[in-house]
């Protein structure tokens, strides 16, 4: 059972909302839509390695806040509500030095003022690269 408030929401259509964002800067783009993840991928490149050659750990931390911003947004109504995040962590559990990474956002809750997303990015190799969780706000539009 699809967790989106628009049922025949596609990955075609949420690739819309992103240019002249971060998310178009740094590349990010839009994979895949299934009936309770989406998923995105990253290159890992001049605009999202730190000093060292590998990943750098806020680009990691943008990666899994698109993917669960963009998520909330699709499970609420837009006339309605909309999403903010509150926090988000992150573990950097193997680096990434070249390629893509891949991340994938499910929800661990889902309620009326408040979502909680897992974000689990891994390399090309699907070796897991970074785990976080995302909380966010789930806002009254004031008409």
Known sequence: ??????????????KSFTPDTMVHHLGIELMDLG????????PVDHRTRQVYGILHGGASCV???????IASALVVDH??????????NANHIHAAREGYVVGIAKPLHLG???????IKIYNEKEKLTCVSRLTVAILARKN
Request: glycine fraction near 4%.
């Open 1 to 14: 059972m699809s967790i989106w408030f628009e049922k025949k929401l596609s990955v075609e259509q949420l």
């Open 35 to 42: 009936e309770d993840f989406l998923k995105a991928k990253m």
């Open 79 to 88: 006339t309605k509500f909309y999403c903010v995040g509150l926090e988000i």
């Open 112 to 118: 009326s003022t408040t979502h909680v997303w897992d």
């Open 63 to 69: 990666l899994a806040e698109t993917l669960g911003s």
